[in-house]
């Protein structure tokens, strides 16, 4: 058993514009002033309110959960308006079907909802290649070990036989916590620097990087 999770905004598919433009429009249905972008996209891979509570400390919970639903609302509004574009990152799908030849077993962790995901995956005709799904609706946010957990349970892998791929800390220390092997990559949300403070064993400067690593 060989098994690679992935995160998934910032790792397999660039999101960046509709989760920012979501975002904004969340702060403004309260009235408040959005954070600025490069901020919001440090939160990605967190859930929701996890993303609300670094946004904005030291409010209260319930504003924290008001903003992630008029985020989901904005995202959903998008959506059906055929805003939202989550493309894979250039030289993703080749990695994926790559390892799949190869006989590795693939999986996701995310801090999407399963409705999020189950789109973005289906958008990019991936998600027949993914055996198990980790979202922030069933676990507890990223870097909790859940979600791999969860992941290596469904596989039915061990943690040695395991790594999580991901662009931000929140991935790696997720996977340090589980006992997995984390691999940054420096193509989304997180500097290298930062993925190896949080566990990351090596950061890979692409895709094809990412594939000589894996399949060596």
Same mark, same amino acid.
């Given at each position: 058993m060989k098994l690679a999770v992935f995160d998934c905004d910032g790792t397999l598919v660039d999101g960046q514009a509709p989760i920012c433009e979501a975002m904004e429009a969340a702060f403004a249905a309260q009235g408040l002033a959005a954070p600025e972008r490069p901020a919001i996209r440090r939160a990605v891979g967190l859930s929701l309110p996890q993303a609300m509570r670094s946004l904005l400390p030291g409010r209260d919970d319930a504003l924290h959960h008001a903003l992630a639903e008029n985020y989901k609302v904005a995202f959903r509004t998008a959506r &059906?308006?055929?805003?939202?574009?989550? @493309?894979?990152? @250039?030289?993703?799908?080749?990695?994926?079907?790559?390892l799949v030849e190869a006989g590795w077993t693939?999986? %996701?962790?995310?801090? $999407? &909802? +399963?409705?999020?995901? !189950?789109?973005?995956? !289906?958008?990019?005709?991936?998600?027949?290649?993914?055996?198990?799904?980790?979202?922030a609706d069933r676990h507890p946010s990223k870097p909790h070990p859940a979600m791999l957990e969860a992941a290596l349970f469904e596989a039915g892998a061990q943690a040695s036989e395991a790594v999580m791929i991901?662009?931000? &800390? /929140? +991935? $790696?220390? $997720? !996977?340090? +916590?589980?006992?997995?092997?984390g691999i940054g990559v420096d193509?989304? /949300?997180?500097? #290298?620097?930062?993925?190896?403070?949080?566990? !990351?064993?090596? %950061?890979?400067? &692409? #895709?094809?990087?990412?594939?000589?690593?894996?399949l060596a």
């Open positions: &059906s308006d055929g805003r939202v574009s989550q @493309p894979l990152f @250039p030289g993703i799908a080749q990695v994926l079907h790559g693939l999986g %996701v962790a995310t801090g $999407m &909802s +399963d409705r999020g995901l !189950a789109h973005c995956l !289906a958008d990019n005709g991936i998600a027949e290649l993914f055996v198990t799904l980790q979202t991901g662009d931000t &800390s /929140y +991935d $790696m220390a $997720m !996977a340090r +916590d589980a006992g997995v092997r193509w989304g /949300y997180h500097l #290298p620097h930062e993925l190896r403070a949080s566990g !990351a064993e090596t %950061v890979v400067e &692409s #895709p094809a990087a990412l594939s000589a690593l894996l």
